[in-house]
């Protein structure tokens, strides 16, 4: 059987039906779909020079990629490649062919600094420790049963503190594409990113297919939000967290807690049974609240990087 790459067709159905399929099952702690495939792929900034491939075996997609420069990198020539095999298809190449070709494709593009996420799994890091990566810093990935586990009470809102759902910013998300960008500076990670296109902003997060907008609280103090648990879901029955933050200057209220325990609360009230989340394995805080909240490691992954040009 002949394993090819070819890069994504995000308008015919089965390939981002396939995508989604292979990362549904590879890596099923980040929700996907379809319209999160297609949403991606037309809205990905222009500067990121993103390509999603697929590795197709007898007409299946078995294999993705996503493969871009990172355009809101205060230092040039950083680029990710994130590779994801079916699992009852792995062996077959898939992998391989996929990583040769996202390198290939970054090289001609001046890349220097290659980042690629991978499973803790004996098999994946010694996948990318062959290619030459090292590896760096890691997450968690962590699940709540909202079905069946106890979720604490809802907490009292403080005086002077107003808890509003993202929807309720339709007509002025500005307010929220602020606090965004504040609290994307203190995110750990290896790649110093600046949030500063607003129209970018809500062509890419605000619009996202998979952004629920009524599930989304911020807390809010004189009106403007200052902390928020953002809320996704698939159309199904499964919720994740995308962001949780504060701004700075109203940090260690608890007004985090506070966003995500009513918005935990909001999710079950809907139907939603399953929740995920994640955190970089040093945010011992985050950690902390989201045990709190009933949450439980399900996966690690590896940051893996690696130096070309």
């Not at 007898?58 to 040039?76: F, I, K, M, N, W």
């Not at 494709?105 to 600094?113: D, E, I, P, V």
Request: glycine share 8%.
């Amino acid at each position: 059987m002949t394993v090819l790459v070819r890069d994504l067709r995000p308008d015919v159905p089965a390939d981002a039906e396939g995508f989604a399929r292979v990362r549904r099952l590879a890596l099923p702690y980040i929700l996907f779909t379809p319209e999160s495939v297609r949403h991606t792929a037309a809205h990905m900034q222009r500067d990121a020079r993103f390509r999603p491939l697929v590795a197709e075996e007898d007409g299946e997609v078995t294999g993705t990629a996503q493969v871009h420069l990172v355009p809101d990198s205060r230092e040039p020539g950083q680029a990710c490649l994130n590779i994801y095999v079916r699992p009852d298809r792995t062996g077959r190449g898939a992998g391989r062919l996929l990583v040769e070709a996202a390198e290939e494709y970054l090289a001609s593009l001046g890349a220097t600094r290659l980042f690629a996420w991978a499973l803790d799994e004996p098999a994946n890091r010694a996948f990318a420790e062959r290619r030459g990566y090292r590896p760096g810093r890691s997450a968690h990935f962590l699940r709540l049963d909202l079905a069946n586990g106890p979720l604490p009470p809802l907490m009292e809102v403080p005086a002077g503190v107003e808890l509003r759902t993202a929807a309720e910013f339709a007509d002025d998300p500005r307010p929220l594409f602020e606090l965004d960008a504040e609290t994307l500076l203190d995110e750990p990670g290896d790649v110093e990113y600046e949030l500063a296109d607003y129209d970018a902003w809500v062509e890419q997060t605000w619009n996202h297919p998979l952004l629920d907008r009524e599930l989304t609280v911020a807390a809010c103090v004189d009106g403007r939000p200052v902390a928020f648990s953002v809320a996704y879901t698939d159309g199904g029955t499964r919720y994740s967290t995308a962001m949780t933050g504060t701004a700075r200057g109203h940090r260690g209220r608890g007004l985090a807690k506070l966003a995500k325990v009513h918005a935990l609360h909001r999710a079950r009230a809907a139907g939603l049974t399953e929740a995920f989340t994640g955190n970089d394995t040093g945010n011992d805080a985050m950690i902390a609240i989201n045990e709190w909240l009933g949450y439980e490691i399900c996966a690690t992954e590896v940051r893996y990087v690696r130096d070309v040009g």
